[in-house]
């Protein structure tokens, strides 16, 4: 692989559609918080043999043909990423109107940080004061929370916790939380 774990990049998609035109817009409302790094678009769940056992990890397009993972990286002050969760529902079921789509999703907005990177005048877990950042973001996009988790095992569910590289990244001074979210979006069919 050929992408930096140094200095990640997030790529924008060019004219993005459907659930990828939400995810771009919250990608770039997260981008604006001042602690974070890195905010990442749409994640997917990706897997790699290591002694005859499957590893799945969170993963991103890198806009140069190559996914990267997205696991807590100590390089990193802060990242973010979205990873959808389940189909995207016609919540009424209800027919086309005028060639557009109405189509529902679940999305998880996850989030790990470096505390003392962050600010490294407080020496103290004020990962909640993270949390309140991110909400307030998604709160002035208008974007239904449903959920938030901090428990690691609960952040990562669906991904090996085995493949973070140092599972110190998942305690003290790091930190993670996970946002469930329910995204609506307009698909223009024609």
Not at 97 to 110: K, S
Request: charged share 20%.
């Amino acid at each position: 692989m050929s992408v930096s774990y140094l200095n990640p990049q997030a790529p924008a998609i060019p004219s993005p559609v459907g659930l990828d035109k939400e995810l771009q817009r919250l990608q770039q409302q997260m981008a604006t918080l001042p602690w974070l790094q890195v905010a990442y678009g749409r994640a997917v769940r990706a897997g790699r043999t290591e002694n005859n056992k499957t590893i799945y990890y969170p993963a991103v397009y890198d806009g140069k043909a190559e996914y990267r993972d997205v696991l807590p990286n100590d390089n990193i002050t802060a990242h973010s990423f979205f990873y959808p969760t389940g189909p995207a529902v016609n919540p009424d079921a209800a027919s086309l109107d005028m060639g557009t789509l109405q189509l529902t999703q679940g999305v998880d907005l996850i989030v790990h940080y470096h505390l003392p990177k962050v600010d490294p005048s407080k020496n103290y877990d004020f990962g909640p004061e993270l949390q309140r950042d991110v909400l307030r973001v998604l709160d002035q996009a208008a974007v239904p929370v449903l959920r938030v988790y901090t428990a690691t095992e609960e952040v990562y569910r669906g991904f090996s916790l085995e493949s973070v590289k140092a599972q110190q990244a998942l305690r003290w001074p790091f930190g993670c939380f996970r946002v469930q979210l329910e995204i609506s979006m307009l698909n223009v069919l024609c």
